[in-house]
């Protein structure tokens, strides 16, 4: 092992995973609580404190980070870039202007409102809509303090083709024409919203005050959902039986993936919230493919989201974009669980 090695493997260990973290943690529950190591109140109760306290850490780091970033791509400044790109490509820069925006599904839908009204090809604003809640530093990060970085980085990958994979679906399907009359701008209130693009300008210092108010912003809005997610965690973790979720959704069950999107898809949370609840079903010997796909279900399909999506867009554009971004969820999901003993 090289010495690179070891210094990446040593700062990997002590700034994301914080084994540091969990040791003191662990030490205040043996010696200070006197719990017993083997109970399951050990195991649900250290899992939460770990989980809870390690996420609040990396996501105020990571959200001032993205938002720093974001703040040189503001909505008109992402609106310009992406109307200056054209064919398969635009679906491309589009899907990966996604991953700068800090946003859960339905924070990303009235940007995608305002995307449409500029005159934007359909299928581009849907690659920046799918990639948007998906992929950004924060949830990588996340995900390699969690799992490691060969499984972060794949997740990024698989979310960005999924993004463009649908994007340019969309735009083969000439969907244009299921967008609601309301959302669609004239040649006239496009020019006039796109003339002021080049006037947007934030100083070093306007950044840094915006990106700690994406701090207080986004914690405010997530704080709950992390709660709940990190104690359904820690539950599965510490009482759930590990033969009833294999079972469910272990990689012995050939519908596990499809069970897991489609448990995924009625509720509401950000990858914030989904992380403890997927580390605490691998540690269950859950595959990683059915834990991704619970994810990415939850993040980029929530009920709330696609109530909210109803509202600009035909319920033929809807169902498409259901069936585009669940299909290619699903297919990553085996995938994953195919060859994802590889990356671990």
């Not at 202007?97 to 449409?116: A, E, K």
């Not at 024409?177 to 209130?189: I, W």
């Not at 509202?311 to 669940?326: D, Y």
């Amino acid at each position: 092992m090289t010495a690179f090695a070891i210094i990446f493997s040593w700062l990997n260990d002590q700034l994301l995973k914080m084994v540091w973290l969990q040791n003191i943690i662990d030490w205040l529950f043996k010696t200070i609580f006197n719990v017993d190591p083997e109970t399951l109140f050990y195991k649900a109760g250290t899992f939460f404190l770990y989980d809870v306290i390690k996420i609040f850490i990396l996501l105020t780091v990571l959200i001032f980070i993205s938002s720093y970033i974001q703040s040189f791509f503001a909505p008109e400044r992402t609106r310009a870039i992406l109307s200056k790109v054209k064919g398969p490509f635009a679906n491309i820069i589009g899907a990966l202007l996604g991953t700068v925006t800090p946003f859960c599904s339905c924070s990303s839908i009235p940007i995608f409102i305002g995307f449409t009204k500029a005159g934007l090809p359909i299928g581009v604003t849907f690659s920046f809509l799918i990639s948007s809640p998906l992929v950004d530093l924060a949830s990588v990060i996340l995900l390699a303090s969690i799992f490691n970085w060969q499984i972060a980085l794949v997740y990024v990958v698989m979310g960005l083709l999924i993004a463009v994979i649908g994007g340019t679906l969309i735009s083969v399907f000439k969907m244009e024409r299921y967008v609601e009359p309301f959302v669609t701008a004239t040649l006239e209130e496009t020019a006039i919203e796109t003339n002021h693009v080049d006037d947007f300008k934030m100083t070093s210092k306007e950044r840094v005050n915006y990106s700690f108010s994406q701090v207080k912003q986004i914690i405010h809005k997530v704080w709950l959902y992390i709660f709940i997610g990190v104690a359904i965690g820690a539950l599965i973790h510490g009482f759930v039986p590990q033969t009833f979720i294999e079972a469910v959704l272990g990689t012995n069950n050939p519908f596990s993936v499809i069970i897991a999107t489609l448990l995924g898809m009625p509720m509401y949370a950000d990858i914030f919230g989904t992380l403890p609840i997927a580390e605490a079903l691998v540690l269950k010997g859950v595959g990683l493919g059915t834990v991704l796909a619970f994810m990415m279900a939850v993040t980029a399909l929530s009920l709330p989201s696609i109530i909210m999506l109803k509202k600009v867009v035909k319920t033929k554009l809807l169902l498409t974009f259901i069936g585009i971004v669940s299909s290619g969820i699903i297919i990553m999901g085996y995938v994953f669980n195919a060859f994802g003993f590889l990356l671990i």
